[in-house]
């Protein structure tokens, strides 16, 4: 063994070599992830400010959205749609790649590393993606002029917030998934669509009728676009709302992570 | 025997009611090249996954380097260089950028690696594939590469699984000669395989693993010596004629295996047992007269053929 291999040094930064690792193959990609990043928010503000946004306007004025306009309701339910987004594509992919694909984690599993450092140094790498694609979304937003710098600074912050529990949920959830056959077909069109819909994302959720309201009270998306909207606009929520929505998004990510420890520990010890 | 690395005792594993290894028990020296030899699903795989800290056994004990993998497994693994049977290699990635990060996963410096991954490359003989990503890679490429990879931290022990199959004869030569290299600097070599002649050309000392239990254990001119004859005639009659032609040759010699497609008769001297067969006017179709190999031994203690 070369002397520089330190069992306690692999124990301490093991998750940070995982996602290094994972951070040089998502550079492979880096052309598609920009498009996504810079494409996403220039279509979805030209369609809304220009389209959708004027329509609502001139049909309700800003009756429906609490006084702002359209675009400006609408958008911090972008950036977290995007974190979300972001933040599955680096868990769910790398995962099935990982067990199931091209089964990597096994080869690195046969390093000293961990299932849960393997686990954590995805977590990490997807969260770095989520930042990189948050930030500039956020940056097209000002620019815009749908956001200002002063008043919403901490918005990008929420947003990766809300990311990083929805993609430690995926991620323990795909950990557990040993036929691929129709679980991301489902997981698309069955889950993230109809997220996108149901979580007060393009109308207030009080809106909707309230047997449909609980839908959006377990979403990741509605309390990450609630606090993204207190903490861009000035929109109001109560102490207690606040709290429920960070509790909901922090309860979500550290059994995310917990699931995804126990299930990567599982299935690399066969 | 010299320092022992590897030490197990009635080493079992269970998968609900397969019995994948039962009760084996085998250990192996420093700078030793060991081998399992099996047909698919003798628990030449099991064990090696138990060794490399990745499978938890269902009892006995294992140590390896004193240590035991299920309660020290990156302790373990620090120490081991593993090939699985299927290159897992990060195909998007290129030649060099998969050493590289697998040297990280050990812990070791980026100057450190990015000197060794040259290194490497020279040995597995890819220095011109270096930036190319693996996925354009033959076969035989990958598998010089998930070797080399292995040998990023430099192991105390050297782990293959099954390290030829399909591969090409040509293939196969060159990786034998990287690995004797391997075995010549003194790294100890854990090896499965169902070929014979890698076990031969490879392993210092080897263990005939079927359904999950060491059948015998030596090298394999020992095992031949033991399970075998100096010499094997084959003769080929015509699926038609074996069966017909086979209890005359059984009064000819101890011992002969009826294969489907050919009789193989165990004797000191071939040549003089063929001369006797056709002055019978049987007159076979073929006839090869070979030495013994460790096929035959297998053949001896299981009454199958290694590849079925």
Known sequence: MNPGVSVAKIRRNGAFYVAESRIRQMSKWKGIITLVAVGNPLFYLVAIGIGIGILVTENSGTSGTGGVEYIVFIAPALLANTALLGAMDETVF?????????????????TPITGPQIALGVFIAALVRVAFSVFLYWIFLIAFGVMTFQDSWFAPIVAMYGGAAFGALMMGIVAGVQKDDYFLTVLGRLVITPLFFFSGTFFPLTNMPIFLQPIGWISPLWHTTELGRYF??????????????????????????????????????K | MSESLISARGLTKKYGDFTAVDGIDFDVAKGESFGLLGPNGAGKSTTMRIIAATSRRTSGTISILGRDPEEHGPQVRAHLGVVPQQDNLDTELTVAENLYIYGRYFGLSKKFVKGKVDELLS?????????????????????????????????????????????????RHILWDRLFRLKEDGVTLIITTHFMDEAEQLCDRLVVMDKGKIMAEGSPAELIKKYSTKEVLEVRFGSDRNKEVAPILHKMCDRIEELPDRILMYVEDGEKLLEEIVAKKLHPNTSLVRRSSLEDVFLRLTGRSLIE
């Open chain 1, 94 to 110: 790398p995962v099935m790649e990982g067990f199931k694909w091209r089964k990597m984690f096994y080869a690195t599993n046969s």
């Open chain 2, 123 to 171: 040995f597995a003989q890819l220095e011109e594939k270096k930036d190319v990503k693996v996925e354009a890679l033959s076969g035989g490429m990958k598998r010089r590469l998930t070797i080399a990879r292995a040998l990023v931290s430099e192991p105390d022990i050297l782990m293959l699984d099954e390290p030829t199959t399909g591969l090409d004869p040509q293939a």
């Open chain 1, 232 to 269: 861009s606009y000035g929109y109001e929520i109560s102490g207690l709302m606040m709290l429920i929505h960070f509790a909901f998004l922090t309860a979500m990510l550290i059994a995310g992570l917990k699931i995804a420890n126990i299930r990567f520990t599982k299935r690399l010890l």
